[in-house]
Nanobody, 128 residues
């Protein structure tokens, strides 16, 4: 089992930055693919970014491409999401997720059922 805990959320003005962290415990995430998802008020949970176990591949939703950066430090069992140039529409609860790495075709990283472990979420509010 992997327990995931997000932190770093908060209130920020439009144009500002935040860095989210996802700390894992229970087992190493070194061989886990990881992702960030978010749920805005009135909307379903949606994909934000993902990173493979080796960090060789990183994927982003079109809406955050160029503004957000996903990274990981396996030695700290932690994943990060650097969010820059924040917009009001980025307001959401942000969740981190993990899955034991394995081969998958297509855009597996976008799909919620691919991930077996989830955190409780951290609120990000961007004021305009």
């Amino acid at each position: 089992q992997v327990q995931l805990v997000e932190s770093g959320g908060g209130l920020v003005q439009a144009g500002g930055s935040l860095r989210l962290s996802c700390a894992a415990s229970g087992r190493t995430i070194s061989y886990c693919d990881m992702g960030w998802f978010r749920r805005s008020p009135g909307k379903e949970r949606e994909f934000v970014a993902a990173i493979t176990w080796s960090a060789d591949n990183r994927f982003y939703a079109d809406t955050v491409q160029g503004r957000f950066a996903i990274s990981r430090d396996n030695s700290k069992n932690t994943m990060y999401l650097q969010m820059n140039s924040l917009k009001a529409e980025d307001t959401a609860v942000y969740y981190c997720a993990a899955r034991p790495t394995h081969y998958s075709s297509g855009d597996w990283y976008r799909h919620i059922p691919e991930y077996g472990f989830w955190g409780q979420g951290t609120q990000v509010t961007v004021s305009s």
